[in-house]
């Protein structure tokens, strides 16, 4: 069963930057979709960001233009940069992955919170 792990959230102030990872504990070579999601308390998880395995990305309209989606296969890794953060990205922030054998999966979140 593939595994993701996040890291790279923590506290920012408004404006500032952050840069969350999601390591995949296997080849990303059998992964076609990867991306990230969050959910802010009280709130649905929602999207943020999809990258597909031909590098084609999805962004929510709430963060175009301030976040960028990469995903580096021979690290098994993939990114989300965030910048000119606002206090309503607050949320904890999800890795996503579907996986053409085992289907979809998640990891555990990471928690961002933009202070303002």
């Known amino acids: 069963q593939v595994q993701l792990v996040e890291s790279g959230g923590g506290l920012v102030q408004a404006g500032g930057s952050l840069r969350l990872s999601c390591a995949v504990t296997e080849s990303m070579l059998r992964i076609n979709t990867m991306g990230w999601y969050r959910q802010a308390p009280g709130n649905q998880r929602e999207l943020v960001a999809l990258?597909?395995?031909?590098?084609?990305?999805n962004y929510a309209e709430s963060v175009k233009g301030r976040v960028d989606v990469s995903r580096d296969n021979a690290k098994n890794t993939m990114y989300l940069q965030m910048n000119s953060l606002k206090p309503d990205d607050t949320a904890v922030y999800y890795c996503y992955a579907h996986h053409l054998v085992t289907g979809q999966t998640w990891g555990q979140g990471t928690q961002v919170t933009v202070s303002s």
């Open positions: 990258i597909y395995s031909s590098g084609s990305t």
